[in-house]
């Protein structure tokens, strides 16, 4: 069994459907604006988790960790500014990292907020 095997068999037992709308991001040639488009909101299966302690204290002082986090298939394609609902509220991830294991690219894990 690889460990990619192993990971999916976490997402069997944990996953959640969530609503996920992918971001474009484009800029306006003249002025330099950027503007975010998000497609159809589509189900994608993942494992969420809120985080209880939003700061943490490193040798930089206090640091803000996300709200919550996601842990996705590699395949999934999940990536910075994408955003999604669970119960009612809509959150944004803000950071993605590829985790490997054994040098196998295993799962994305994406640190995201909520969005006021």
Aim: with cysteine; hydrophobic share 40%.
């Amino acid at each position: 069994m690889s460990t990619t095997d192993d990971f999916n068999q976490i997402l069997a037992d944990l996953t959640r459907t969530l609503s996920y709308q992918v971001v474009t991001k484009s800029v306006n040639g003249l002025t330099g604006d950027e503007t975010s488009t998000y497609a159809t909101a589509t189900n994608k299966a993942m494992i969420f988790f809120l985080n209880q302690q939003r700061w943490i204290f490193e040798k930089e002082g206090l640091t803000e960790v996300g709200d919550a986090y996601v842990m996705a298939p590699t395949a999934t394609g999940i990536k910075r500014y994408d955003k999604f609902v669970v119960d009612g509220i809509t959150y944004v991830i803000e950071k993605t990292l590829r985790r490997y294991i054994l040098g196998t690219a295993t799962y994305d894990y994406g640190i995201c907020f909520k969005v006021a």
